[in-house]
């Protein structure tokens, strides 16, 4: 059975960093992609940040230059660091594993961003 684990979540002041992770278990083959996502209260779910199989990265307009998405195939892991952070990045954030065959998502980690 697959399972993610978000972990890194929780309460920071405007301008301040949290690192996410997500933990990996299980068998996945064929990953083509992993990604952060996030929704806020009363919104859409979106799209953070993606890593595709190859290495080539991708983020939403509104995280360039503050967010970093990484990860460590051995450990089977994904983070996202997050820097300068907003109030307006406060959401839960999802990680997802995009494969051939399925996607896969963890139950999120709350993100608070407030003075």
């Known amino acids: 059975q697959v399972q993610l684990v978000e972990s890194g979540g929780g309460l920071v002041q405007p301008g301040g960093s949290l690192r996410l992770s997500c933990v990996a278990s299980g068998s996945i083959f064929s990953i083509n992609a992993m990604g952060w996502y996030r929704q806020a209260p009363g919104k859409q779910r979106e799209s953070v940040a993606r890593?595709?199989?190859?290495?080539?990265?991708y983020y939403a307009d509104s995280v360039k230059g503050r967010f970093t998405i990484s990860r460590d195939t051995a450990k089977s892991t994904v983070y996202l660091q997050m820097n300068s952070l907003k109030p307006e990045d406060t959401a839960v954030y999802y990680c997802n594993i995009h494969t051939s065959f399925d996607d896969y998502w963890g139950h999120g980690t709350q993100v608070t961003v407030s003075s």
């Open positions: 890593i595709l199989v190859r290495g080539s990265t």
